[in-house]
């Protein structure tokens, strides 16, 4: 009789206890995000023209359509590749009207040239060595945001992919000893050819070397730019943003297909994290 009594009231215990727990209210307020923090806008596009051209680098021409470009989509920074030199860059931020200030890779024996542009002019630049030839970074800060933001331009070797994968190697290990206290980012075309489909048309040397450059990447960084799809003429992604795997949250990524310029084989690829 006392235990028929005893269950009794123990059921309407666990019952009662159950009217005031809502599971779903728990798993939402489990899974809800921390609310975003200032948001980072990076574009990354290599601005040459395709290899058959008589001159595949960046053509001065098309530097004001460029320019409009960014400015419409006003990210905070930007990664470009293939300028013929100092002067292109002179002339891009001319058209960019001031709001940006940038530099450019040390040349060594190179023809064609990284660059980086930052919003405002308290950026910091410099050039870093990587699979014998430079690579440029800008070191800067938002408003708001304490930490240091760092953007490596990359340009990877088109041609071979041994030297694609010690240049990659090299450029992730001087951001990776720059990411303590700091968000490091690298944009840029790294001319991986990952899948062995591929193997047939003129840009692939050795698909096992690119699969070794691209997972040492992401040992450390992350491929912010993995689902937007491809990046360049005959469906190649070539072109890359790799940023911290936990201290940013991805809010946007996309390939801006429609903004190819002139006989360019590249489009923009721009991401967007909060902080």
Not at 118 to 128: H, T
Not at 138 to 161: R, T
Not at 213 to 226: E, M
């Amino acid at each position: 009789m006392w235990v028929k009594i005893s269950l009794m009231v123990l059921c309407v215990v666990m019952i009662g206890i159950a009217a005031r727990f809502d599971p779903s209210r728990q798993r939402s307020l489990l899974l809800a995000g921390q609310k975003d923090g200032p948001h980072l806008r990076v574009m990354t596009w290599n601005v040459g023209y395709a290899d058959q051209e008589d001159d595949s680098r960046a053509h001065t021409k098309d530097l004001p359509a460029i320019a409009e470009i960014i400015l419409s989509n006003d990210p905070d920074a930007v990664t470009l590749q293939e300028l013929t030199g100092p002067d292109q860059l002179k002339i891009l931020l001319g058209h960019l009207h001031g709001k940006y200030s940038g530099a450019l890779a040390s040349a060594g024996a190179a023809d064609r040239l990284e660059a980086v542009l930052v919003k405002g002019r308290d950026a910091r630049f410099e050039s870093l060595p990587a699979g014998g030839k430079y690579a440029v970074a800008a070191s800067f800060h938002l408003k708001s945001f304490p930490s240091e933001i760092v953007l490596i331009s990359a340009h990877a070797d088109a041609f071979n992919s041994a030297r694609r994968r010690v240049y990659t190697g090299e450029a992730v290990d001087w951001a990776r000893n720059r990411a303590n206290g700091s968000i490091v980012m690298i944009g840029g075309d790294f001319n991986f050819e990952l899948n062995p489909k591929d193997d047939a048309h003129l840009y692939t040397d050795n698909v096992k070397n690119d699969s070794e450059a691209y997972s040492y990447a992401l040992k450390y960084f992350r491929d912010l730019g993995r689902e937007a799809g491809e990046t360049a003429a005959n469906d190649r992604r070539i072109d890359y943003l790799f940023g911290p795997p936990e201290k940013v949250l991805l809010r946007r990524a996309e390939v801006l297909r429609d903004a190819g310029v002139g006989r360019m084989d590249h489009w923009p690829l721009l991401i967007e994290v909060a902080l």
